[in-house]
Protein backbone atom coordinates (compact mmCIF):
# COMPACT_ATOMS: atom_id res chain seq x y z
CA UNK A 1 0.00 0.00 0.00
CA UNK A 2 1.11 3.18 -1.08
CA UNK A 3 0.47 6.56 1.24
CA UNK A 4 0.86 10.21 0.07
CA UNK A 5 1.23 12.30 3.34
CA UNK A 6 1.04 16.66 2.60
CA UNK A 7 2.22 19.32 5.25
CA UNK A 8 2.97 22.66 5.68
CA UNK A 9 -0.58 24.39 4.73
CA UNK A 10 -1.56 27.20 6.78
CA UNK A 11 -2.84 30.76 7.49
CA UNK A 12 -0.69 33.51 5.87
CA UNK A 13 -1.49 37.32 5.01
CA UNK A 14 -1.55 38.25 1.13
CA UNK A 15 2.12 38.52 -0.47
CA UNK A 16 3.42 35.73 2.29
CA UNK A 17 4.89 32.50 1.45
CA UNK A 18 4.11 28.82 2.42
CA UNK A 19 6.11 25.47 1.20
CA UNK A 20 4.12 22.22 1.19
CA UNK A 21 5.44 19.17 1.04
CA UNK A 22 4.31 15.59 0.33
CA UNK A 23 6.17 11.92 1.10
CA UNK A 24 5.31 8.94 -0.78
CA UNK A 25 5.21 6.20 1.54
CA UNK A 26 4.87 2.37 1.66
CA UNK A 27 5.74 -0.92 -0.63
CA UNK A 28 7.88 -0.73 -3.28
CA UNK A 29 7.28 1.90 -5.96
CA UNK A 30 8.70 3.92 -8.49
CA UNK A 31 7.41 7.48 -9.03
CA UNK A 32 6.86 8.61 -12.65
CA UNK A 33 5.06 12.04 -11.93
CA UNK A 34 4.47 13.87 -8.84
CA UNK A 35 2.20 17.13 -8.56
CA UNK A 36 -0.52 19.28 -6.89
CA UNK A 37 -3.94 20.52 -7.05
CA UNK A 38 -5.97 22.68 -5.45
CA UNK A 39 -9.85 23.28 -5.03
CA UNK A 40 -11.50 26.28 -3.39
CA UNK A 41 -14.96 26.25 -2.19
CA UNK A 42 -17.39 25.49 -4.66
CA UNK A 43 -15.46 25.40 -7.32
CA UNK A 44 -13.58 22.57 -9.50
CA UNK A 45 -9.66 20.59 -8.21
CA UNK A 46 -7.59 22.15 -10.85
CA UNK A 47 -3.79 21.79 -11.50
CA UNK A 48 -1.63 23.95 -9.79
CA UNK A 49 2.15 22.38 -11.39
CA UNK A 50 3.03 18.65 -11.80
CA UNK A 51 7.08 17.39 -12.50
CA UNK A 52 7.93 14.24 -14.10
CA UNK A 53 10.76 11.95 -13.09
CA UNK A 54 12.97 13.75 -15.75
CA UNK A 55 12.56 16.81 -14.20
CA UNK A 56 9.99 18.52 -16.50
CA UNK A 57 7.74 21.24 -15.05
CA UNK A 58 4.63 22.03 -15.88
CA UNK A 59 2.52 25.01 -13.73
CA UNK A 60 -1.36 26.86 -13.86
CA UNK A 61 -0.95 30.00 -16.39
CA UNK A 62 -2.22 31.63 -12.21
CA UNK A 63 0.89 30.86 -10.22
CA UNK A 64 3.67 31.36 -13.13
CA UNK A 65 6.25 32.89 -10.97
CA UNK A 66 5.09 32.98 -8.13
CA UNK A 67 5.02 28.85 -7.20
CA UNK A 68 8.19 26.50 -8.01
CA UNK A 69 7.71 23.10 -7.69
CA UNK A 70 10.68 20.98 -6.60
CA UNK A 71 11.30 17.10 -6.03
CA UNK A 72 13.88 14.87 -3.78
CA UNK A 73 13.79 11.77 -5.15
CA UNK A 74 15.87 9.96 -2.58
CA UNK A 75 13.09 10.93 0.17
CA UNK A 76 9.98 10.59 -2.79
CA UNK A 77 8.91 13.63 -1.89
CA UNK A 78 7.89 16.55 -3.83
CA UNK A 79 7.84 20.11 -2.55
CA UNK A 80 5.92 23.12 -3.48
CA UNK A 81 6.99 26.83 -2.55
CA UNK A 82 4.43 29.50 -2.78
CA UNK A 83 5.59 33.18 -2.98
CA UNK A 84 3.75 36.31 -3.22
CA UNK A 85 -0.04 34.63 -1.66
CA UNK A 86 -2.64 35.84 -3.14
CA UNK A 87 -6.07 35.57 -1.52
CA UNK A 88 -7.37 33.95 -4.56
CA UNK A 89 -4.89 30.93 -3.60
CA UNK A 90 -6.72 29.83 -0.97
CA UNK A 91 -7.81 26.23 -1.21
CA UNK A 92 -7.08 22.97 -0.14
CA UNK A 93 -4.01 21.46 -2.01
CA UNK A 94 -4.15 18.12 -2.98
CA UNK A 95 -1.21 16.11 -3.79
CA UNK A 96 -0.82 13.74 -6.62
CA UNK A 97 1.24 11.03 -8.20
CA UNK A 98 2.02 8.42 -11.08
CA UNK A 99 3.62 5.53 -9.15
CA UNK A 100 4.57 2.45 -11.02
CA UNK A 101 3.64 -0.08 -7.52
CA UNK A 102 5.72 -3.67 -7.74
CA UNK A 103 2.34 -4.90 -5.62
CA UNK A 104 0.50 -4.62 -8.92
CA UNK A 105 3.58 -6.15 -11.48
CA UNK A 106 4.57 -2.37 -11.65
CA UNK A 107 1.52 -1.18 -13.55
CA UNK A 108 1.05 2.43 -12.91
CA UNK A 109 -1.66 3.62 -10.23
CA UNK A 110 -2.76 7.14 -9.14
CA UNK A 111 -2.75 8.06 -5.61
CA UNK A 112 -3.92 11.04 -4.24
CA UNK A 113 -3.16 12.64 -0.43
CA UNK A 114 -5.44 13.57 2.29
CA UNK A 115 -5.24 17.21 1.28
CA UNK A 116 -3.64 20.09 3.19
CA UNK A 117 -5.44 23.85 3.88
CA UNK A 118 -3.96 26.77 2.35
CA UNK A 119 -5.67 30.14 3.31
CA UNK A 120 -4.32 33.52 2.16
CA UNK A 121 -6.17 37.04 4.25
CA UNK A 122 -5.82 39.91 2.67
Known amino acids: QVQLVESGGGLVQAGGSLRLSCAASGSAFSINRMGWYRQAPGKQRELVAT???????NYADSVKGRFAISRDNAKNTVYLQMNSLKPEDTAVYYCNADLLVESTGWLSKNYWGQGTQVTVSS
Open 51 to 57: ITSGGSM
